[in-house]
């Protein structure tokens, strides 16, 4: 079946824009993560949804990151007033309720802040 | 602090050898440990999960070990083949499900 799908799979803005990045995980998973991974170093953890349960936001840096989940599916992260730290890959998985918590990953987005 | 440490440096090994990487964690009290590969320009992917109470866990060329008195991690990669080069992860579930990541060890492997 179908993985986990993220759009734009790159994205270009200018310092001070607002930007959103999607996230379709795979059918049926009710855990949603997203995390960013800047050049060589590992993933840190922005954000994490779980069914209907209230999201763990502990990662997100700043008040200018959100992001929502609708619909128990699709999620949108948005960056608003992005700085030029902000440019990183951002990654989003999502697991299985239960188990081993394996968590399956999207290609991710790199977004560069100019 | 709390800390996950894997060796920046790359990794350089022969085809045909074991190649050996550590995962070193402190003030953690993890359930359970997990290892990724990751290629370049792609997202991380699954490869084995180590439970606190296990000692080992293999899959086909792959072996993980967990000593949670030394707080470390070994993952094995048995008769290496260049198609084995990329980063690998670990990743500590510190009990909120969201995992968190070493800085990962590039793995290089010459034919």
């Known amino acids: 079946g179908a993985g986990v799908s993220q759009s734009p799979s790159n994205k270009v803005t200018e310092k001070g824009k607002d930007v959103e990045l999607r996230c379709d995980p795979i059918?049926?998973?009710?855990?949603l993560y997203w995390y960013r991974q800047s050049l060589g170093q590992g993933l840190e953890f922005l954000i994490y949804?779980?069914?209907?349960?209230?999201?763990?936001k502990s990662g997100l840096p700043s008040d200018r990151f959100s992001a929502e989940r609708t619909g128990g599916s699709v999620s949108t992260l948005t960056i608003q007033r992005t700085q030029q730290e902000d440019s990183a890959v951002y990654l989003c998985?999502?697991?299985?309720?239960?188990?081993?918590?394996?968590?399956?990953f999207g290609p991710g987005t790199r977004l560069t802040v100019l | 602090s709390q800390k996950i440490e894997q060796n920046s440096e790359a990794l350089n090994i022969q085809e045909g050898k074991t190649a050996t990487l550590t995962c070193n964690y402190t003030?953690?009290?993890?359930?359970?440990l997990q290892w990724y590969r990751q290629d370049p320009g792609r997202g991380p992917v699954f490869l084995l999960l180590?439970?606190?109470?296990?000692k080992e866990k293999r899959k086909e060329r792959l072996k993980v070990t967990f000593d949670t008195t030394l707080k470390q991690s070994l993952f094995h990669i048995t008769a290496s083949q260049p198609a084995d080069s990329a980063t690998y992860l670990c990743?500590?579930?510190?009990?909120?499900?969201?995992?968190?990541f070493g800085s990962g060890t590039r793995l290089q492997v010459q034919p």
């Open positions: 998985a999502s697991s299985s309720e239960g188990g081993n918590n394996e968590q399956f």
């Open positions: 059918s049926g998973h009710t855990a």
């Open positions: 949804f779980q069914g209907n349960s209230a999201p763990d």
């Open positions: 003030n953690y009290s993890p359930a359970y």
């Open positions: 180590i439970r606190e109470n296990e």
């Open positions: 990743a500590l579930d510190t009990g909120r499900r969201a995992l968190t």
